[in-house]
């Protein structure tokens, strides 16, 4: 199509139905044309000139063209010209100067094989990246919305699907498990990405994402839609299980039945597109017990411990709604943790009443045993409130004096024993980290305390590589269900009440440290 017997006008007709199939620029496609001829061009006249073409929009006519810079003295003849030479080139020339570029006509030739070949590899490529940056351009505000077409293809897992314009990929991970989708179904997904790829798809849509429920939750609720009620959070088990807490702005409305809808027919809407996942719409409180009590709904809770600065709840219920509140393999607590991001710890009203016991136990033996005190006094230090040594050092004696039947004397007596005991702790507690060995790195990590560090030697975590290697809940402690039975796992560090969030900070410092090193 590209020789000179050719009908000049096809290329235009070529360059106009490219543009049109492609969505792309018709200017885009013959500047395509145009660098594809000169790369071919340079395979005739030699690859050390700097060929330019020009097709005419019009007509469709070629001109190939040699570049070349005016010189006083040229000394490659294939890239320079004296002026006077550009004059007899062309009349048009005796406006130039010292430095200007000109153009040299060349013949025009036929294209072999391999000059062809390289035309259109060159033209191929250049559409083909207009195209993708099109798509690109086309899609990029299409991001954190629903998407719907038409399955193209399945690959290795993934679905294809055909969006009109462009194709985009749901990739296996994000598909739901155990759906049944084939070549030809029409699909709704959510946008996850909409980025630029050297090769591949640019536009990645989920079924598995969390923000798919809200947003076809926004799709089937008006009032949601309107903002009269928002949705604070979410947490999905994909086709199994999920949870959505929304909080009314309308205080007028009842944002859990305004998303139930009539008889049902909002939720049974979302619960159909994602495949009969049973759905949980918790109503949001200020409260975050009264949160925790409706997100772990079958279960009746009996009462709730909140620790909103370490974010932690305890979650107290009778032994008949464990189990409900549990869920199958724990996926009832782990969805409510994940839509309240509270570190939520579920026990009995006997366990709870044990832990407390064991705990005031503890404390009292602790003040008995370490200051040499008689246990009434040590059980009366902890009803106030004094959990530990340090607590007493760092407590003043008007403080103490305002216990009934601690006088001033035994309040002095006290914070002095208490400072000692501290003094002489923290020079064993040096001694014992140098016999088990910690390196330097992980006794000078931030957020580590003597103490901490002398219960991770004795578990020969000795380097700062061996913390950063932990998850947070080998930290913390956690709940596990085994054959059915719900299993407490202590954690290394449990006994210094770190928060979840505490035990992550500390595990990705170690991280960016270690991997940075």
Known sequence: ????????????????????????????????????????????????????VQINRDNGDIGIYRKLIVCEKPENLNTEISLPDAIKLSDENKQKKIGDTILQPLPSFDFGRIAAQTAKQVISFNVREAERERQYNDFKDKKDTILSGIVKRLEFGNAIVDLGRTEAIIQKNEMIPRENVKAGDRIKAYCSDVRREPRGQQIFLSRAHTKFMEKLFIQEVPEIYDGLIEIIS?????????????????????????????????????VNELQGEKIDIVNWSEDPAVVVSNALSPAEVQRVNVDIENKKLDVILTEENLSKAIGRRGQNVRLATKLMSYEINIMTDQEDSERRQTE????????????????TLGQLLVAEGFSSID???????????????IEEETAKELIDRANEYHKKDQEEISNKIKELGLENSLIDHEGLTPGMLVTLGEQKILTLSDFADLASDELTGSYDVIKGERVK?????????????????????????????
Not at 16 to 30: F, G, N, R, T
């Open 1 to 52: 199509m590209l020789n000179r017997r050719a009908d000049k006008l096809e290329l235009i007709r070529i360059a106009e139905a490219v543009a049109l199939e492609k969505s792309i620029d018709k200017e885009l496609i013959i500047n395509s044309m145009e660098t594809g001829i000169a790369k071919a061009a340079k395979s005739k006249f030699g690859q050390e000139n700097e060929i330019e």
């Open 234 to 270: 979410s947490a999905r088990d994909p086709g199994s299980r999920a949870k959505i807490c929304v909080k009314a702005i309308d205080t007028s409305l009842d944002p859990v039945g305004a998303c139930v809808g009539m008889r049902g027919s909002r939720v049974q809407a979302v």
């Open 360 to 375: 005031f136990k503890e404390k009292t033996e602790n003040f008995v045993k370490n200051l040499e005190l008689d246990e």
């Open 391 to 405: 607590d007493l050092k760092d407590s003043t004696i008007d403080n103490l004096i305002k216990i009934e039947g």
């Open 489 to 517: 796992i202590k954690g290394y560090l449990e006994e210094f009440a770190l928060s979840k969030k505490e035990a992550d900070d500390l595990i990705m410092s170690a991280r960016e440290k270690v991997y940075k090193d």
